[in-house]
């Protein structure tokens, strides 16, 4: 076995919160759907499916290391917005907490002195970065904009 038990455990959980992730932000993506912001929807309806591959490439570095996969329970996600500025606040939040919980996972096999794990982490580190910007400039974007004129974020990405 590459991994450790505790290692396989902790990513486990992370597969969880992935696919916890691609939940929600199918979610966000049938609310901006329901808004006719269909350049929104798109953009969440993507980050659904790359947080499930996210998950997926988790369970596949488990079982390639010959740990144990146990994918756990997934909460249901949030489903009613009051604002658009919530639904991306959400997304930002739940970015920075993957950012936490990804850093704690290289941290872990950092201690464990587990070569490989880092090696594979080390995307996920990469990662976040794009994540958390992506997120942070789409509020910034809708606070500027405000509710009201919302629909110039479709304007924004159309940019992108």
């Known amino acids: ?4 038990k505790e290692l396989a455990a902790a990513i486990n959980e992370q597969v969880g919160h992935e696919f916890q992730a691609s939940h929600q932000y199918a979610n966000i993506a049938a609310y901006f759907d329901s808004l006719a912001l269909k350049k929104l929807a798109k953009m ?3 980050q659904s499916e790359e947080e499930r ?3 997926m490439k ?3 570095y488990v079982s390639e290391a010959g740990g144990d996969v146990a994918i756990p329970e997934v909460p249901a996600p949030k489903a009613v917005f009051a604002s658009v500025e ?4 959400l997304s930002l939040d739940w970015e920075l907490e993957v950012t936490r919980r990804i850093n704690a ?4 096999a950092i201690e464990q002195k587990d070569y490989l794990g880092q090696d594979f982490l ?3 580190v990469s990662e976040q970065l794009e994540e958390v910007s992506t997120m942070e400039n789409l509020l910034k974007v809708v606070k500027a904009a405000g509710e009201r004129n919302v629909i110039m974020l479709e304007a924004y990405l159309s940019h992108e």
């Not at 919530?86 to 606040?89: N, V, Y």
């Not at 996972?105 to 872990?108: C, Y």
């Open 1 to 4: 076995m590459l991994i450790s």
């Open 44 to 46: 969440f309806y993507k």
């Open 53 to 55: 591959e996210h998950g």
């Open 58 to 60: 988790f369970i596949h």
């Open 86 to 89: 919530e639904a991306i606040q």
């Open 105 to 108: 996972l290289m941290a872990l």
């Open 122 to 124: 080390r995307w996920f």
